[in-house]
């Protein structure tokens, strides 16, 4: 069975920010789309480090990670990054992955943007078409 992919748009939020006090032109605000990888067994988004550096994204100290293969590591936290795909939008700090790496698209982003998984099908669809709706209970 394949991958789930999907098209996802990251820009510095730090620039974006700059832009909105009138600091620079919107031209200048660091952005990229790259094809991620859904995985729902992971927690949150990893970006390779050339995309973290191509965007100009600060460090964030560190986060302790484990992989599927039991093995545990410190790796850098950088942000903040904004996070768009389709039409569903989310700011947070990111894992730095190796250079060249694959980026991967966690848990904590498909709930945020209320974005459902089907593995099966390989699709990600939003769970209501018009908002992320997020529970509170």
Known sequence: MGETRTEVTLENEGD?????RGGCDESDIRQTSVEGIIDTGAVTLMLPQNVVERLGLGNKGTAFVSYAD???????LAGPVSVRIGN??????CIVGPPLS?????????ETLDLIADCANRTVTPRYPDYPL???K
């Open 102 to 110: 694959e980026p991967l698209i966690g848990q904590v982003v498909l």
């Open 88 to 93: 569903r939008a989310m700011v947070m700090n």
């Open 70 to 76: 039991e093995r545990r590591d410190e790796q850098p």
């Open 134 to 136: 997020l529970k509170l």
């Open 16 to 20: 974006r920010e700059h832009f909105l």
